[in-house]
């Protein structure tokens, strides 16, 4: 029988206790200590709280937790807890093969030899229905590769997954909405552009067959859902309209885009369209209509793969779409116009797409985070404050190659060392300035011989900060010191600017609103910036705009086949969303 936050709230603290019994493997002081927090005021609150006691324990205690666990497929193990018992049947671990069950001992030897504690993995997954035996190995394999002190932080993140899972048994919740949502980004996932499609790999890149098969499943699925109306625009952008109460009234806009990186994940930009999607399903089963209307867009392009221009999608909202891209030329040749005549858009018609802004009210955007910051926390939520700006170059040093052997150290005039000076000074640099961020993501010795001393070295400048005083400053003080240290060491340098853009600070009113939303649902608000760059910044130049980032799994890597989200993550996105949309109704009535 499920139990209701109402028992939990007015049990006494033994009732309570044994209400909450099984959660954490043989460890009930954590539920014991979360419960001084009552009343929750949701499930997720009480959630967060049990994370919070964990967070607070000692070392000690979270070691005893962890060793608390039994091993994956152990059938020797006389500690089973029932819960676990039953998760390690339901994801096959205990009907494993010979060879599979020899593969899962073997890797808890070689995990317990590396970390001298056992592997703990959230079996049921992201979605709550079970990983596969492969899967779930392959994990396993990938992960006795990490660092100690990171598996010991994973393995906390996987028993809070578990923990998370059981409650909603307990409860009898599941985050119908998010699934929903969950299944939609795996669905998409099928569509994939050649050479990658073959290997199981996810790319789409912009008006390839794969990116044209997303775009139909994005406009069939906004049908589906009860927009008033569904179209593509001339440069490819899926946009879906709901109406509101007054047709004519001022539309909130939102949404985010649906191209990857080559062999990247499912969830970089596409939440941000399937979130509002499964709002708007929401208002229309209801038959509600807002003071307001909500478009969708799912921007065609962002990320810059197949072409050399970025942010198509969204740059042509603002008018921000240059007349001779068109003439760039893929790997292929094919240019940009002759794959739009292929996809049967009007390149001509581009112009006619940019938005007014007096018809809108703002843009919002829901992104994966893209980073480790909400994971580390063990939040599901952030409100993004700003955007950060950021600027490129692309560098050389010139010194004198010279014969590695006969050269005294005093004599030469090394390009490759006087870069990696700079290096660490840029890693110095950003560091002590809070949300600075800086990175060589290039260096490159041309020709470069074992027995020669470098005689020129390139590489390339990433600097960004939320405050463009702040990255004018990091930017300042980073080419001051490429002069100095040229000046000392006797060489020469050079340095273009490649990309200069501004950061896009979130508009305040509907930082707040975010900030409410997700407070409504339990969850505590938490302010962060924003590293990458998003579709927001590109409309932040005609409106307003703020974004809600959403926790990614894996330390929240992305722009990798790793990344990933649990649909309870995208459930209180979504009811976040709902919040945000429903409390600017009532601002607006």
Not at 102 to 127: H, M
Not at 253 to 263: A, F, Q
Request: glycine fraction near 8%.
């Amino acid at each position: 029988m499920n139990i209701s936050l109402e028992q939990i709230n007015n049990a006494s603290p033994d009732q309570a206790h044994e209400l909450l019994a099984g959660l954490y493997e043989h460890s009930p002081w954590i539920a014991e200590q979360a419960l001084k927090a009552r009343p929750f005021k949701s499930l997720s609150a009480l959630k967060l709280a049990m994370t919070a006691v964990l967070r607070q324990a000692s070392h000690a205690e979270k070691m005893a937790l962890i060793k608390a666990h039994p091993l994956l497929a152990d059938k020797a193990a006389q500690v089973l807890s029932t819960e676990s018992s039953s998760e390690q049947y339901s994801a096959g671990l205990t009907q494993c093969t010979p060879q599979e069950l020899a593969q899962l001992q073997q890797l808890n030897a070689d995990y317990q030899e590396r970390f001298s504690f056992p592997f703990i993995l959230a079996v049921r997954g992201p979605r709550g229905s079970g990983q596969s035996k492969e899967k779930i190995i392959a994990t396993f394999k990938r992960r006795v590769q990490n660092h100690p002190d990171f598996e010991f932080e994973e393995n906390l993140r996987n028993i809070h997954r578990i923990v998370e899972l059981r409650l909603n048994d307990k409860f009898g919740m599941q985050p119908n909405l998010g699934n929903n949502v969950w299944d939609w980004h795996e669905a998409m996932s099928q569509y994939s552009d050649p050479g990658y499609a073959e290997q199981g790999l996810l790319t789409v890149t912009y008006l390839t067959d794969a990116h044209r098969a997303c775009t139909n499943f994005i406009a069939t699925t906004m049908n589906d859902c009860g927009f008033d109306s569904v179209n593509i625009d001339a440069v490819g952008n899926v946009v879906g309209l709901y109406l509101g109460a007054d047709e004519s009234a001022p539309r909130l806009l939102t949404g985010s885009h649906y191209d990857t990186v080559r062999n990247g994940g499912k969830y970089d930009g596409r939440l941000g369209i399937f979130v509002p999607m499964a709002c708007v399903r929401q208002l229309s089963l209801a038959g509600v209509r807002l003071p307001f209307g909500i478009e969708v867009v799912g921007f065609a392009e962002e990320e810059g793969q197949r072409y050399k221009a970025t942010f198509l999608g969204s740059g042509a909202l603002t008018g921000d779409f240059k007349p001779e891209w068109l003439e760039q030329k893929d790997s292929d040749g094919i240019s940009m116009h002759q794959a739009m005549q292929q996809a049967g858009l009007k390149s001509e018609e581009i112009v006619a797409i940019q938005r007014d802004a007096k018809n809108y009210l703002g843009f919002v955007e829901v992104h994966v985070e893209q980073g480790p910051v909400l994971n580390a926390l063990d939040l599901p939520l952030g409100i993004v404050t700003s955007i950060n700006g950021q600027v490129r170059y692309l560098c050389e040093i010139t010194g004198l190659a010279s014969h590695a052997g006969t050269t005294p150290m005093a004599s030469r005039r090394d390009a490759a060392a006087a870069s990696a000076e700079v290096l660490l000074y840029v890693e110095k640099r950003a560091a002590e300035n809070l949300g600075c961020v800086a990175t060589i993501g290039m260096l490159t010795v041309p020709n470069g011989s074992i027995n020669v001393v470098p005689g020129r070295c390139q590489f390339s400048l990433d600097l960004r900060a939320p405050i463009d005083a702040q990255r004018d400053a990091l930017e300042n003080d980073v080419l001051a010191e490429l002069k100095a240290i040229c000046a000392r060491r006797g060489l020469q340098y050079t340095f273009e600017m490649t990309v200069k853009v501004d950061a896009a600070p979130s508009a305040p009113d509907w930082q707040q609103r975010w900030e409410n939303a997700v407070t409504a649902i339990g969850v505590t608000p938490y302010a962060m910036n924003s590293g990458a760059g998003h579709d927001a910044m590109k409309l932040h130049k005609i409106m307003p705009q703020a974004m809600l980032f959403v926790r990614g799994e894996n330390a929240g890597i992305s722009h990798n086949p790793l990344e990933s989200s649990t649909s309870d993550d995208i459930q209180l996105a979504i009811e976040a969303f709902s919040n945000l949309i429903h409390q600017t109704a009532q601002d607006r009535s």
